[in-house]
């Protein structure tokens, strides 16, 4: 299965003692290569092909091992192929991944989900190469809605260079109704919507023709 590292943070490890922040890291350098990652679900918002999610070598990736990718170039414009850790469930969290767009004619996207609840219900930031822009949405009932930038106003996120062929990090960190959204350290801008309140999954996205990879999926809940 996909290697995890697991971290207990400001705690003394013992059987009686309740730690109020773990960490994880999802690797996927232990998973088999051309095969599905273990302990993940795929998932599919809108329309066309379900997306094909294999591990792959990448000798490019910062680790030089195993990485996730989504590998099917179909190009209906509303299909948001989803990738789903399946024992994940948190609130308030520091979510993050490396990510390598790849190729993508219509989109070279990347993204992260939160507080999933299903495949038409969740909250996505995502990055775009062929746009050059990080936006964060909010799915519900199957529709994608562009969030307004606090104390901006404006939707449609953030103008930034997201390279191509080139290895970021992209970073979301939610407290409460509160979402702060980051590329490579950077900071781009924060979010406040309520319309998922509760714990929900987490897990990385793409769009429509997008072929992109992933790398060391990180979550801190909090």
Known sequence: MSRIALGLAG???????VCAQTARTVT???????APPQGFSTALTGQGKAGVWV???DAQSPERGNVLAQTDPDPTD?????????DVSAKNLDLSV????????????????????????YYIVRANALENNVVLYKVQNGRRTDLPLKG??????????????QWSTLRVVAT?????????RQ???????????DPGKVGVWTKADSVTYFDDLSVIAK
């Open 11 to 17: 705690c003394v490890i013992a059987a009686s003692v």
């Open 28 to 34: 996927f350098d232990q998973d088999k290569v051309g």
């Open 55 to 57: 591990v792959m070598k």
């Open 78 to 86: 509303y299909r948001f192929p989803l990738c789903v850790l399946d």
């Open 98 to 121: 490396m990510f390598k767009p790849v190729t993508g004619r219509g989109d070279q996207a990347a993204g992260l989900v939160w507080r999933y609840k299903d495949a038409n219900n």
């Open 152 to 165: 901006v106003g404006r939707t449609y996120g953030k103008k930034v260079t997201v390279p191509s062929g």
């Open 176 to 184: 409460g109704s509160l979402f702060e959204v980051f590329l490579d």
């Open 187 to 197: 900071k781009l801008y924060e979010v406040e919507d309520t319309t998922f309140p």
